[in-house]
């Protein structure tokens, strides 16, 4: 069983930029961020794969957001710049067993096995 703990959330005005981190206890293929604004359905935001060297961005992100991972340390990280008040949610950290080189996104849910508690962005205009 892995653990997922993510940090970093916070409240900012838009434009400005908040970084995430989510730490796993253990090993971990795929991973991502997804986010759930309130009335809205989780949506996925970035996936890396396993290595680090794939990455997948929704369109809303693009240009805006990177996703990057440090293998060592186990963590997870979400840079996030440009923030606009759609950008409001609490954002969760999942992982995979499988790794990921295509959309992840198009997977049920349940593909991610492994979740964190998430962690609130507000982004105020």
């Known amino acids: 069983q892995v653990q997922l703990v993510e940090s970093g959330g916070g409240s900012v005005q838009a434009g400005g930029s908040l970084r995430l981190s989510c730490a796993a206890s253990g090993n971990t293929a795929c991973m991502s961020w997804f986010r759930q604004a309130p009335g809205k359905e989780r949506e996925g935001v970035a996936s890396?794969?396993?290595?680090?060297?794939?990455?997948y961005y929704t369109d809303s992100v693009k240009g805006r957001f990177t996703i990057s991972r440090d293998i060592a340390k186990k963590t997870l990280y979400l840079q996030m710049t440009s923030l606009i008040p759609e950008d409001t949610g609490m954002y969760y950290c999942?992982?995979?067993?499988?790794?990921?080189?295509?959309?992840?996104?198009?997977?049920?849910?349940?593909?991610?096995?492994?979740w964190g508690q998430g962690t609130q962005v507000t982004v105020s205009s």
């Open positions: 890396i794969s396993a290595g680090g060297t794939w990455t």
């Open positions: 999942a992982a995979a067993r499988d790794n990921c080189l295509s959309n992840p996104f198009s997977r049920p849910l349940s593909w991610f096995t492994y």
